[in-house]
C-alpha cells in the first residue's frame, strides 16, 4: 500500500478537491486515511480500484 496526498489524487482523477470531497460524502469515492492530527491522504489501492470501476462501466 502507498498513501496519496490530495495533490497526488488529483494527479490521478480530473477532479478539484470540493469534488472529490463531495464524492467522498455521497459515498461515491474513497475515503481517505487520517495519518495524524492534521493530515490525510488516500490509500493508493483504493483510487487504482475505482478508476479500474469507473473504466469497466464505461466499457473501456
Do not use: C
Request: proline share 5%.
Amino acid at each position: 500500500m502507498t498513501l496519496m496526498s490530495l495533490r497526488g489524487v488529483q494527479e490521478r482523477v480530473p477532479f478539484s478537491r470540493s469534488t472529490i470531497y463531495a464524492k467522498i460524502a455521497r459515498n461515491e469515492f474513497p475515503a481517505p486515511i487520517k495519518i495524524s492530527e492534521n493530515r490525510v491522504a488516500w490509500d493508493s489501492a483504493a483510487i487504482d480500484a475505482w478508476i479500474t470501476d469507473k473504466l469497466q462501466q464505461a466499457g473501456v
